[in-house]
Structure formats: C-alpha cells, structure tokens
C-alpha cells in the first residue's frame, strides 16, 4: 500500500509499505478520508515533540472495512468506521476508578509512533475494540471531522457544563476546533462572539453563524465584549487558541458565575493571569480535551443534519500530495481543516 511516513523533522515521505494483516481482533480499514490535525503538522515542523520517528501520522480517519480477524464479533466487511486514537490499558488506577481511555496512565495512541501506525495511508490497521460505526448520513469526510468535533463537544458538554439559548458564548481562536466549537454553540441556541485576529479566519466564522467577529488587536477585547454582551460579559468562554493573551484574557471577558474551558495547548509555558477575578466572579475554569464516553454523541450531533459540519473543511489533497498539505497547515493562514484523500 501507499503510505505517508514521517522519518524526523520536515522528512515526510510517501512509499509503498507492506499491506496490513489483521490479528484476531483487528480490522483491516480502507482509508476514505483523513484529517490532518494541528497535532500532526507540528510534529513535521519540529514544534511538537510527541512522535517517536518513524511513523505513519494520522487520527482523523475514515474508511470502510476490508478484511476481519477471526475473532470480531461486531464487524463486518463493508462496514463504515471510525477510530478512537487511544485505547486503554484496563489495568492501571485510572482504568480502574471508570475514567475514559486518555486518562489511563498506559494508553496506546496510534498515528504518533512506529509500531501504531495512523491513517494517512491506503489502509488502516485498527482493534475492533477502538471503531465506531458511522452513522447514515454522514460522509466519509464528514466523519474523518469526528476527532477535532469530539474535543469541541465534550468541552462544552461535559467540562463547559453545557450550552443553551441563554448563554453568551466568547470562542477564542478561529481554527478547525474553534469553528466546530462555533457549530456546537450556535446549534444549542447560544450567541457566539468569536475572537480572531486572523480576516480570513474571522470571515470563515461568520459564514459559519457567529453573531459577532471580534479582532483581538483592534481595541479592548473586554470593552468590545461587553459591548455585544450587553454588559454583562460571556457566560461560556472557550479558548481554543493556545495563545498566552487569550489565555489570559479569558477571565477578563467572564461574566459573573460564567465558566472557562481551556483547549488549545500553549507549548507549556507558564502565563501571568490574573487570578483574583476568578475569585470575584465565582468561575469556574475546567479543561477539555476528547473523552472516549463523548465519542459516539459527537457522530449523534454530527449525524443530526442540525450544522453542516463539511463547511469546515476547506481544502483536500491526494496522498501523493501529502507534503503540500502540511505546508499548507503550518502557514496556519488561509485554511481550516485539510483533508487526505488516500
Ligand atoms: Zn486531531
Ligand atoms: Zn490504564
């Protein structure tokens, strides 16, 4: 098969690799569609170094199943599917005290290092005990959506408390979770104001129903958010930018009670904020990543026809073409989310 495979920093190739075959409890996908995740073309641009070289990169796939070890139950050739990107050990204290597969201390991801290859190949290998069968209605590159859409949903759902019409939503950070954040809002009810300082990003979000665009650069961020808030400031603030301002300036936008979900990822480093209006505002700050029990209500929400979650994607490529998409995703300009094509 036709593989993408990252050997060290900016050395991404595609060579012909052996084809999978499946354990017992393994299927064999063909990959229809794969999202390349902020994730991935920082580990090829050397800003991340969550890979362990050489590996196949890819999380964000879909596909259909080709060929079932002997011991699947629930799945057949043909079957539409999607995976998990990490699966639990079962046996360390997290997975004994009932959380989800990414808080288990052992877990296996796959798309990050040589022995779990990902998806941006002609064929996947994947345990049966990591797929999700996609639901009618959903296109392939729909569903390759699920990852980033997953991250944004259990944010607000289960760490953000959940949204409604009454709520005032701030979105900082217009890349492809912060639109799927957006979508998630704006499906509830909520009015968004999303922040951005990037034109065509801010473009991007009002095609895709935020109420208000708000350039961070352009004047008081907290003045311009009162003002579309009535005064009163956000009630749910979601920073999915990373970004050491926004990071900060999340508490300045809070309204009285309001609650902060922290997404994007700042490299680690340490921000100067000021605390004391957490205290005076009551808020309350959670993080939020993917949960392994968000997955299958993300393809629900997907699957609903209620958002038009395609609208995120904005560019594809064919495998051979893999280099040029990352270039693409790491001008981190005029894009969103960029799709493979296997
Ligand atoms: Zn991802
Ligand atoms: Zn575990």
């Not at 002997?70 to 997975?95: H, K, L, Q």
């Not at 296996?108 to 990902?118: D, R, S």
């Not at 639901?135 to 392939?140: D, N, R, T, V, W």
């Not at 979900?261 to 680690?268: D, N, P, R």
Request: charged share 25%; net charge negative.
């Amino acid at each position: 098969m036709r593989a993408a495979k990252l050997y060290d920093v900016k050395d991404l190739r595609v060579e012909d690799l052996a084809d999978p075959n499946p354990g017992v409890d393994e299927v064999v996908v063909k990959v229809m569609a794969c999202g390349v995740c902020a994730t991935d073309v920082n580990m090829w641009r050397g800003t991340s170094d969550e890979g362990d070289f050489p590996f196949v990169p890819g999380h964000e796939w879909s596909g259909e199943i080709v060929e079932v070890g002997s011991a699947v139950r629930d799945y057949s050739v043909g079957d539409r599917v999607v995976g998990e990107v990490c699966t639990p050990c079962g046996e360390c204290v997290n997975c004994k005290d009932g959380f989800a597969a990414e808080a288990c201390m052992n877990y296996e991801l796959y798309g990050f290092k040589p022995e779990n290859p990902g998806g941006i190949a002609e064929f996947h290998l994947a345990r049966a005990n990591r797929l999700h069968r996609i639901p009618e209605g959903l296109s392939y590159e729909e569903a390759a959506l699920v990852e980033p859409a997953w991250v944004a949903y259990n944010s607000i759902w289960e760490a953000g408390g959940g949204v409604g019409p009454h709520d005032r939503m701030v979105v900082f950070g217009c890349g492809p979770i912060g639109m799927l954040a957006l979508l998630t809002g704006k499906a509830a009810g909520a009015p968004v104001i999303a922040v951005e300082p990037h034109p065509y990003r801010r473009r991007m979000a009002s095609e895709l129903g935020a109420d208000v665009t708000v350039d961070p650069l352009a004047g008081d961020l907290e003045e311009q958010v009162r003002f579309h808030t009535g005064g009163r400031g956000a009630t749910l603030v979601v920073e999915c930018s990373g970004n050491d301002g926004a990071r900060a300036g999340t508490l300045d936008v809070l309204a009285n009670r309001g609650r902060i979900v922290l997404i994007g990822l700042g490299g680690s480093r340490k921000v100067p904020i000021d605390l004391d209006k957490a205290i005076f505002k009551g808020a309350t700050i959670r993080g939020g990543d993917g949960s392994s029990f968000f997955l299958s209500k993300t393809l629900a929400f997907l699957s609903r026809g209620i958002v038009d979650v395609g609208r995120v994607i904005t560019h594809r490529f064919p495998l051979e073409q893999v280099v040029n998409a990352f270039e693409l995703g790491a001008a981190q300009g005029e894009s969103s989310k960029i799709m493979i094509l296997p």
